[in-house]
Nanobody, 124 residues
Framework: QVQLEESGGGLVQAGDSLRLSCAAS????????MGWFRQAQGKEREFVAA????????YYADFVKGRFTISGDNAKNTVYLQMNSLKPEDTAVYYC?????????????????WGQGTQVTVSS
């Protein structure tokens, strides 16, 4: 069994920064990509960012381009999300996910394992 655990969420003010971390544990596996999604209260879960290990290509949702940066360590199945210039509309539960491959990197169905989420709250 694979577990993903996020950390680093919290309450910050608009303009502040946060760094989210996600680490995998349990059964050893080789991921094709890892990503971050978020879900605001009353809204659907949406794609935020992803990194495909082969070639190190990164993907971002338009609303975070220039503010968020995804990075990670393939060998450790660890991924980070550096979030700068946070806005109140970034408030959501942020979920880490890992893909075994074969179905892209920016949709929910691309991913096979999910963390429990970490709350990010940005006050104005």
């Amino acid at each position: 069994q694979v577990q993903l655990e996020e950390s680093g969420g919290g309450l910050v003010q608009a303009g502040d920064s946060l760094r989210l971390s996600c680490a995998a544990s349990g059964r050893s596996f080789s991921s094709y990509a890892m990503g971050w999604f978020r879900q605001a209260q009353g809204k659907e879960r949406e794609f935020v960012a992803a990194i495909r290990w082969s070639g190190g290509r990164t993907y971002y949702a338009d609303f975070v381009k220039g503010r968020f940066t995804i990075s990670g360590d393939n060998a450790k199945n660890t991924v980070y999300l550096q979030m700068n210039s946070l806005k109140p509309e970034d408030t959501a539960v942020y979920y880490c996910a890992a893909s075994l491959g074969g179905a892209g990197t920016t949709t929910l169905r691309s991913y096979d394992y999910w963390g429990q989420g970490t709350q990010v709250t940005v006050s104005s």
